[in-house]
């Protein structure tokens, strides 16, 4: 968690929110050797925490907080060896698609910005061999005591279940709380017109200093 609280609370101070989910990882922990074929079996798997930023969750509309939602929908690009791995028995019949969601679009055009450079890699670069992974998570209730998640990816059921701990194994964190709204604030939200009126200053200055130690030609009055 320590190696994660930077990027869950920077990731706060730009989008407002941000999550912090806990899951079983199968691919992590010790591998597991078969002594029969001595060939490996897969590993123990461990738990891993996973930082998700406020365009990947979509809470109940109704919500005022995240105790309040009945249900809440994580949407997340994935590549294709993750849901093979994932879910071993019909993750193979997830197929490419493109990033219909426009949180998505969002995402991987901010990350196209950032991760490499100025250049940066486009969008529909980081969308090959990948697809949107949806995740329902849906509070216990009369029809179901345990609460269920629903897992697909283009078109494809890959888990229907009931939840891992009987509720939900993400939590929020906010930069700026706003009473009675779930959505919370970005300081940089705050910060964006000060920056611009310091942009504006910061020109001014460098335009002054351009035209008045130029050098001038002297000539008679």
Known sequence: FDEKRHDIVMTAMQGGSSYAQVIWDPTLGKPMINPETNKLDGYE????????????????????????????IKAKVRKLDYFKTRYPER?????????????????????????????????QDQMKNAAIELVYYEKRCKDY??????????????EDKELPIGDYDIVKFDDIKVGGRYQAESV?????????????????????????????YIAAK
Request: proline share 4%; charged share 20%; with cysteine.
């Open 188 to 216: 940089i939200t705050h910060l964006r017109p000060i920056q611009d009126q310091y942009n504006i200053t910061r020109t001014k200055v460098a335009d002054w200093v351009k035209k008045m130690l130029a050098g001038k």
């Open 145 to 158: 005591p345990q609460g269920r998640m629903i897992v697909c990816a283009n078109g494809v059921l890959l």
């Open 91 to 123: 993750g193979d019949a997830v197929k490419e698609e493109n990033a219909w969601l426009i949180s998505s679009i969002y995402d991987l055009k901010s990350n196209a910005i950032t991760s490499t450079g100025m250049a940066g890699a486009s969008h």
């Open 45 to 72: 798997g461990d738990v891993r925490i996973e930082v998700l930023n406020c365009l990947e969750v979509f809470p109940d509309p109704l919500a005022k907080n995240i105790d309040d939602c009945q249900f809440l």
